[in-house]
């Protein structure tokens, strides 16, 4: 089964950036489609950006369009997450997921998970 693994995540002020990674152990099918979502004290997992195969397509949540930028380098097997002009209601574990195409994961037919890395932005 393939595995995914995140890093990147820390301590930032607002107004800061952090480059989120997530590595797959292999290229499956079942990597295709990758994305990030994340989950705040409290609350309910919640979409944050997802990429295509190719890259050529990408997609956010409004809450993070204009600050958030997902990329993927296929060579590495590597999902990317820029997040730019950071704020305290960014705070959340972020987990990186994987559908084995784009229609799945719009459908949220997620196959699989990473164990999540930790954001905390202050004010």
């Known amino acids: 089964q393939v595995q995914l693994r995140e890093s990147g995540g820390g301590l930032v002020q607002a107004g800061g950036s952090l480059r989120l990674s997530c590595t797959a152990s292999?290229?499956?099918?079942?990597?295709?489609?990758m994305g990030w979502f994340r989950q705040a004290p409290g609350k309910d997992y919640e979409f944050v950006a997802v990429i295509s195969w190719s890259g050529s397509t990408t997609d956010y949540a409004d809450s993070v369009k204009g600050r958030f930028t997902i990329s993927r380098d296929n060579a590495k097997n590597t999902v990317y997450l820029q997040m730019n002009s950071l704020k305290p209601e960014d705070t959340a574990v972020y987990y990186c997921?994987?559908?084995?195409?784009?229609?799945?994961?719009?459908?949220?037919?997620?196959?699989?998970w990473g164990q999540g890395t930790q954001v905390t932005v202050s004010s």
């Open positions: 997921n994987a559908a084995s195409g784009w229609s799945l994961y719009q459908r949220r037919e997620i196959d699989v």
């Open positions: 292999e290229r499956t099918l079942n990597t295709n489609t």
